[in-house]
């Protein structure tokens, strides 16, 4: 099962992705990977292990203050990085990746824009990436995450990120580039969930109900031999 699970910041896409990790391995056994690290200054990207220490603030001050260009080239490589192949494809979630790109580079970092030199607008460099998934991972399934603009703001209110990047007055307009990347996206198998009044549980059984039809005869049989072990 490969996933891009991507929403709005405090639309809920980090727990849900754990949730679906974990249900993926209770039901089909090994391990999914959850790869949440696209989020400029999050973008630590370590094994288990010493390395995996997370950034200090100083780090992460350090990161968002990196030039326009710099910010561009690190996300860049870190998306053709991380994109799968045909013999590691499956088992694969991604939180946010090149759809987090897509809405926050030109209207927070700076880069991304008409002008930028990697090809202009991001959501056109956007569209090249899901054209490798499709040649590589061709069953990769887009998973929008979304809530409505008061739920964003409650819970932005509630617990606050550090270093977020959404501020209050930015809900609404982000809320609609996502549903707009959303719309654009060429990855063919899409799933929507609103967790505006839902529990992490809850998005997790309305994900399990729309997946069924999208899981690869691979997901059916590590299931059935799950099952049989």
């Known amino acids: 099962m490969n996933l891009i699970i991507a929403g709005c910041e405090y639309s809920g896409t980090t727990p849900l992705a754990h949730a679906i990790a974990g249900w993926a391995q209770e039901t089909m056994g090994g391990t999914q990977d959850v790869h949440d690290h696209f989020k400029i200054p999050h973008i630590a990207c370590y094994w288990n292990g010493p390395a995996a220490e997370p950034f200090t603030d100083e780090e992460l001050s350090q990161i968002m203050s990196w030039s ?7 996300q860049r490589q870190s998306q053709n990085y991380h994109m799968p192949n045909n013999s590691t494809a499956d088992g694969y979630i991604l939180v946010g990746y090149h759809m987090d790109d897509a809405v926050y580079s030109a209207a927070f970092f700076g880069y991304g824009h008409e ?6 607008w991001r959501w056109k460099y956007a569209r090249h990436i899901e054209s490798r998934f499709i040649e590589q991972a061709p069953d990769t399934v887009l998973v929008t995450v979304t809530a409505s603009k008061e739920e964003i703001a409650s819970r932005m209110e509630a617990d606050p990120h550090p270093f977020s990047i959404v501020k209050k007055k930015d809900i609404e307009s982000v809320l609609e580039e996502f549903d707009r990347e959303f719309d654009r996206s060429i990855i063919h198998t899409k799933i929507a969930i609103d967790t505006s009044d839902t529990t992490v549980e809850q998005a997790l059984e309305e994900f399990k109900h729309a997946i069924q039809p999208h899981l690869t005869i691979e997901d059916r049989r590590r299931i059935l031999l799950n099952k049989a072990s």
């Open 68 to 74: 326009p260009k710099l910010k561009e080239m690190v």
């Open 115 to 120: 002008k930028e030199l990697q090809g202009g």
